[in-house]
């Protein structure tokens, strides 16, 4: 395998997968191992030891669709209770095959460069109970496909009530986790692509409003039209419209370092929105000074006396107690991203390690082994024990790295490269081991891929663990619409 820095490329072919790290040969920077800066990725970059999805199934080869762009409408028809999606997307395949993409919805009909198609639902290789939509006929790298598709949105999905529409996309990346692909076509989450979201609501007899992490135009009072960056996954889009009359809103500028961030905090509670304003500016000052500039344009927190919650990019429905740790995720989670569920951790392990106030580890691998990354690349959700044994092996490292200042420049400098990216936890090794020049392969295999402990199994996801919002309750996502 070859490190990804060009300033200091060591390749070495013979080494297989595994262990990203055994054999590695460390070429220095000097005499200053921990630089200031990093170049930046290439284009074509991705994330060591990041698994394809292409499978075989009953004989038939499927491949994800990557796709490139996704023109989606949704027609709400308050009248008839029905929510229509309509979704133009351009795509490409990065392998022979049959090509696949997950949506949660009644899939109506599928034109493949404007040809109706057949289509049937499969299961993930892997029995992480993932079901994808797959067309008929295999495809080849190479071109551009345009796929059109007609659905309806599962009525789960959405409420209808007096006289309107109220639509939360209420994602978890926890337990059974759920993304964009409950309302919206997708392939997996290093996918990243543009999306072009048209809102139209039809027979209503109230006022709506819209919040968004994307860059809204209202075209009229019943429709509107959001186009989101394309570094966006199906984790990011953080989209709420709704005909709340309750909800109080206020925006500001946060002159932040390299931009003005345009922030927007909601709820239906005055005194949350008025804490969470008065908190924000400190908040995104520290995290400024620590990781470097926010890289997102603006900032949406709805804000609610609940305990659950998640973060996207940019934005989060979240409580107050949590609101620092949900801040710091736009960052960490979806600012450098998981490229897979298994993946997940690190986020969660560095901001759980600043909600414990940064601490330091007392000893190096005296610890038992634990399990945070050993997981099918199909499983969608972050481990459980990410936040307990993610911060203590954070801690670890901060201890491991005292000569060049502890995790926190390391953090900075994994931000930096890897913002608006995806990564792997092979990824992130292989990032420390390059910075540090020192093999971490025993800490790689003990903490991430070690057996998972008793103690560790009988560990639930609560408050105590960590900041993190549980996933929203059905009668929280009610509330919140
Ligand atoms: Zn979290």
Redesign the pocket.
């Known amino acids: 395998m070859c490190f990804l820095f060009p300033s200091f490329v060591s390749c070495n072919p013979s080494v297989e997968e595994g262990s990203p790290f055994l054999n590695e040969t460390y070429y220095s920077y000097g005499t200053n191992p921990i630089p200031g800066t990093l170049p930046p990725l290439s284009n074509s970059y991705r994330p060591v030891n990041l698994s394809s999805k292409t499978y075989t199934l009953d004989g038939q080869v499927y491949s994800p669709m990557n796709f490139v762009t996704q023109d989606l409408s949704f027609i709400f028809d308050v009248k008839a209770k029905r929510a229509l999606g309509k979704s133009i997307i351009t795509f490409e395949m990065s392998e022979v095959g049959i090509p696949y993409f997950e949506l949660l919805a009644t899939v109506r009909e599928i034109k493949l460069n404007n040809n109706i198609v057949s289509f049937k639902k499969i299961q993930d290789p892997e029995g992480q109970k993932q079901t994808f939509i797959a067309l008929d006929s295999s495809l080849n790298p190479g071109g551009r496909y345009d796929l059109e598709l007609t659905y309806e949105l599962l009525p789960t999905q959405l409420s209808f009530a007096s006289g309107g529409v109220k639509l939360l996309t209420n994602m978890t990346d926890l337990n059974t986790s759920r993304y964009f692909e409950n309302w919206g076509p997708v392939s997996f989450e290093d996918d990243a692509f543009s999306l072009s979201l048209n809102l139209k609501i039809l027979n209503s007899t109230s006022t709506h409003a819209l919040y968004t992490n994307g860059a809204a135009t209202k075209i009229d009072g019943t429709e509107w039209k959001i186009n989101f960056p394309d570094y966006y996954t199906k984790s990011s889009f953080y989209v709420h419209l709704t005909n709340a009359t309750d909800l109080i809103s206020k925006k500001f500028i946060y002159q932040g370092l390299e931009r003005e961030i345009s922030v927007q905090v909601y709820s239906e509670t005055a005194s949350l929105v008025k804490d969470a304003v008065a908190t924000l500016p400190s908040l995104f000052a520290e995290f400024e000074t620590d990781y470097g500039p926010y890289a997102h344009s603006t900032f949406t927190a709805y804000m609610h006396k609940g305990s659950g919650g998640m973060?996207y990019v940019g934005a989060t429905i979240t409580s107050l107690g949590s609101l620092d740790?949900?801040l710091l995720?736009s960052w960490f989670?979806r600012g450098v991203m998981p490229a897979e569920g298994r993946s997940g951790w690190i986020?969660?392990a560095f901001?759980?390690w600043r909600d414990y106030n940064y601490f330091q580890a007392p000893s190096l691998l005296s610890r038992a082994a634990t399990n945070l990354a050993g997981y099918s690349p199909y499983r969608k959700s972050t481990a459980n024990n990410s936040y307990v044994d993610g911060r203590q092996l954070v801690a670890e490292l901060d201890r491991l790295f005292a000569d060049f200042g502890g995790m926190k420049p390391m953090m900075k400098l994994f931000f930096e490269r890897y913002k608006h990216r995806v990564v792997t936890n092979e990824e992130l090794w292989n990032f420390l081991s390059s910075l540090s020049l020192m093999n971490l392969d025993a800490y790689f295999q003990r903490y991430t891929l070690g057996a998972m402990s008793p103690q560790v199994q009988s560990l639930s996801h609560d408050q105590n663990d960590?900041k993190?919002p549980h996933p929203l309750t059905p009668e929280e996502v009610l509330n919140l619409r």
């Open positions: 973060e740790h949900e995720h989670a986020d969660e901001a759980s960590s993190h």
